[in-house]
């Protein structure tokens, strides 16, 4: 185990139903006005918005209205944010929605407290902000686990960067499985296959000794599989829903990367796809992932070969390896850019592998040039 300092500052409220009686009780903690921050539309398709206003109006809260988060929140869309949020004075950010509202949100609530521009802060000055605006998050949509933490993926447009930033940890974080019952399936699948990934991503990073934490991982990956499988079969199975949920915030809280270095390079690749095209995030990281690995498996055999028997019961790295390309497959993810509508040309391959982060936790230092390989090999 590598040492480690652990700090988990998030009130969760997890189970089936639980969302109205504990948004009721958190917003009783905060002062009179809330910025209900949310998607692109689903929020009032579903009734979620008309149902969190009567219980905002209820507390006596003001609210101030922040919509149209786009999936692969953009910069600009966190500086108007921010600007409203300190116009409006806002004493508490309520993100309703998936990974994209609550990343975008975390950051909102930075910039608001911080004279300076939170990109330059961070990457240029190598600073951290340190004063946020209260924020909670009610999930809509599982997978990220993004509630769980402090870090976001932002898209910065003109940079053609999508990059993380840290910004608020939530004080408080609702996951009612219920709400997500309206997600369309493909969607459920994208995001718990970023579960899945978060989950590999943080089992193979350095040191490769297995360590009580990546025996856990291997369970949750188990679970991931499992219970994907079955809320395909079953939509209505609210027991795989609740695990799936349970899962995602599973592979972001922390939890498994104790006593670890993670590797995330195959999300640091997926990003800069993202920069270029706005992707999405989990059909983009099921086509990059199978390949990546094998380019990589070899600098962590013992590894490779104990996932493929813990988590897939077959014998060794390539057959763990294939077996997760038939998963990926089965579950109806894309195997292949074409697929999911993407056409790269030479220069923006090339583009997105160079300026994507080369993670030191990744067993094998990838150059530029292996990066294109992998590209072009997905496409
Ligand atoms: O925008 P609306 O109309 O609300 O629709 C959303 C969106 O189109 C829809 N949706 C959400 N809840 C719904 C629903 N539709 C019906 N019923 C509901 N209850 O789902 C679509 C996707 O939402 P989005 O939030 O974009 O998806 P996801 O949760 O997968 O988040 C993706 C973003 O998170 C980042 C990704 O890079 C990407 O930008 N990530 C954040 C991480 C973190 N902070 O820890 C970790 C991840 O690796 C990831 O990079
Ligand atoms: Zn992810």
Redesign the pocket.
Known sequence: MIRFDYHFPIRIHFGQGCFEETLKKELSKYDKTVMLA??????KH?GLYDRIVALLTEAGKTVVDFAG?????TYKKVQEGARIAREQKVDLILAV???????CCKIISAQARLDADIWDYEYSERKLPTDFIPMGVVV??S????EQ?N???ITHEERKQ?SALWGAFADFAILDPD??K???MR?VV??AF?TLS?CMETYFGNPHATNVSDEINEAIQRNVIQNLRAIIANPDDDHARSELMWDSAMG?NGILKLGKQTDFQC?MLE?QL?AYTDCN??QGLAVLHSVLYKHIYKNAPEKFNRWAQEVWSLRNAEEGIDALEKFIREVGLPTKLSEMGLKLDEDTTRAIAESTVITLGCCKQLTAEELCEILNECK
């Open positions: 949310y998607g692109g539309g689903s929020l579903t988060i786009m999936p692969n929140p929605g998936g990974g994209s509202v609550s990343d809509t949509a997978g990220t686990g993004s933490n870090g976001a993926v999508k709400l997500t309206t997600v369309p969607q994208s995001g970023d978060h972001e999300h990003h993202g995030h989990g």
